[in-house]
């Protein structure tokens, strides 16, 4: 008879697998953070972020690589996602300045002024006169209530940048908690011959103004330039970014409580009411 073993089959064929290259495949993720990075100075972050997550995939222990992305994470405001990453490119690079002021930028934003200041400090014991870095410095000062450490920081900067409006803004800041609103008024004033088109320092001057003219009395608003002035600025500012309007947002902006209370009493006048019934 016929003999039962079943007939052979044909051994499958094995699949040839090609190895990896990974010199290239590092060199085409410094590529794409290049490409990144380029995209990120034109404002086009949301490209930018896309390009560096490949990059960081294709180049894992590339501190440079890891930096930007985690900076792109911050400028989206996902710090949750920034520090693992931005923590892994300090210990790869554990002295590049532009590291450590991201992270101390992280931190301000987890509301850690002290871990803040801490890396904002080691950043600029290499890299001294970074104006963004004194800028930040300076913010975490002032949320620790260490107003003349806040004042010097932003003086720096300044001092390294000139035309840095957002640190003369903030000294003004400072001056008001301080109780000294009419230096600080000066600062504000300054703040808008570098950049007039700002809501901020107009919103500020507005609020002071009214303060100091006790504007908060009909009489006194109707007949005195300087109220009129204070709601003139105030509308301006207003109705050019309504953000201003959030008392919250204000506070965000490091506005204290001084001057929110300021700020409070203002919104309560007629005509800002309305205006901001309308926003």
């Known amino acids: 008879m016929l ?6 089959r044909a051994q ?4 040839y697998v090609l190895p990896l290259d990974y010199d290239l ?4 993720g410094l590529f794409l953070a290049n490409e990144a990075q380029q995209l990120a100075e034109f404002q086009q972050y949301g490209r930018a972020l896309a390009l560096a997550q490949l990059a960081a995939q294709l180049a894992p222990n590339d501190g440079q690589v890891l930096a930007l992305l985690g900076g792109l994470y911050l400028q989206n405001n996902e710090v949750d996602k920034a520090l693992p990453l931005l923590d892994r490119a300090q210990s790869l690079l554990p002295e590049n300045p532009r590291v450590l002021f991201a992270l101390g930028s992280a931190y301000l934003q987890q509301e850690d002024p002290q871990r803040a200041a801490s890396y904002l400090e080691q950043g600029l014991a290499i890299e001294p006169e970074n104006p963004s870095a004194l800028f930040d ?22 001092a390294a940048e000139p035309e840095f409006w957002p ?4 000294i003004g800041l400072v001056l008001y ?21 700002e809501p901020e320092p107009k919103l500020a001057i507005a609020v002071a103004l009214h303060a100091q003219e006790n504007c908060g009395v009909p009489v006194v ?13 105030g509308t301006e500012a207003l109705e050019q970014d309504s953000r201003y309007a959030d008392l919250e947002f204000l506070r965000t ?20 009411k309305t205006l901001l019934s309308e926003l």
């Open 25 to 28: 495949m590092i060199e085409q």
């Open 253 to 272: 902006n490091l506005w204290g409580d001084k001057l929110i209370d300021s700020t409070t009493a203002f919104f309560a006048l007629p005509d800002i």
């Open 221 to 233: 608003r109707a007949t005195n330039a300087a109220c009129q002035e204070a709601v003139r600025l």
């Open 167 to 170: 640190s003369v803004n903030n």
């Open 3 to 8: 003999s039962t073993a079943l007939p052979v």
């Open 137 to 158: 410095l300076g913010n975490a000062y002032f949320k620790l209530d260490q107003y003349p450490q806040a004042i010097a920081s932003f003086e720096r900067s300044v």
């Open 12 to 15: 499958a064929l094995t699949p």
């Open 177 to 197: 908690e301080q109780g000294d609103a009419q230096k600080a008024v000066e600062y504000w004033q300054s703040s808008l011959d570098l950049a007039a088109n």
